[in-house]
């Protein structure tokens, strides 16, 4: 199993540019999520998703959208990227109930 | 509110020492969950320990080992006889039923970057 993959592993932004940060995992989970990890601090939730279809917002929503239509993925979409955009990036993914979540490798993003 | 605090922020220690890693959680719910995951240079997260609220009972996993303390809030992780390859970043994490979304939303704490040195 790979179990949660991310691409891309870096990307550069300018400022106002979009895009889409990808997130797969094969280890069937319902639950999957996207962090935030800034300089020296812990993970902030964005968007967490339940099942295909179903989405909901973290702490830190803004600037951000997502889409789960199938099990498997879970892309993150940055519009009009900011500086404050800056961060690394984690997908992670979780079965149904209070288990352990289970973290792809993360994307290094950096917005001028 | 829920929240997670590590107060070290960096603990630097030689290797074969022990060093433990404080973790303060703040919670209404009674019924919750504490997580530790550690962050290596290469950056990904690697699951370490999953405990409920009801099971106060220490760990012991190898050199690692977790003291669960309702009355003080706290859930603290020691490594006993550290080698360079502990050197990570560690981080505490909470969930609990009072969150949106239910269980499966982790609150982490800011981390506690260990170093050993050899």
């Known amino acids: 199993n790979a179990g949660v993959t991310q691409t891309p592993k870096f990307r550069i932004l300018k400022i106002g540019q979009s895009m889409t940060l990808q997130c797969t995992q094969d280890?069937?989970?319902?639950?999957m999520y996207w962090y935030r990890q800034d300089p020296g601090m812990g993970l902030k939730l964005i968007y967490y998703?339940?099942?295909?279809?179903?989405?909901d917002k973290g702490e830190v929503p803004n600037g951000y959208n997502v889409s789960r239509s199938t099990t498997e993925d879970f892309p993150l979409r940055l519009e009009l990227a900011a500086p404050s955009q800056t961060s690394v990036y984690f997908c992670?993914?979780?079965?149904?109930?209070?288990?352990?979540?289970?973290f792809g490798p993360g994307t290094r993003l950096t917005v001028t | 509110a829920q929240k997670v605090t590590q107060a070290q922020t960096e603990i630097s220690v030689v290797e074969k020492e022990d060093v433990t890693l404080d973790c303060v959680y703040e919670?209404?719910?009674?019924?919750?969950?504490l997580f530790w995951y550690k962050q290596p240079p290469s950056g990904e997260l690697v699951f370490l320990i999953r405990r409920n609220s009801f099971d106060e009972q220490n760990e012991i996993s190898g050199r690692y080992s977790w003291n669960f303390q309702k009355s003080t809030s706290s859930f603290n992780f020691t490594i006993t006889a550290s080698q360079v390859v502990d050197s990570a970043v560690y981080f505490c994490?909470?969930?609990?039923?009072?969150?949106?979304?239910?269980?499966?939303?982790?609150?982490f704490g800011a981390g506690t970057r260990l170093a050993v040195h050899p």
């Open positions: 992670a993914s979780s079965p149904r109930g209070p288990y352990e979540q289970y």
């Open positions: 994490a909470l969930s609990g039923p009072g969150f949106s979304g239910g269980y499966n939303k982790l609150i």
């Open positions: 998703s339940v099942g295909a279809g179903i989405t």
């Open positions: 280890m069937n989970h319902n639950y």
């Open positions: 919670t209404r719910d009674t019924t919750y969950y």
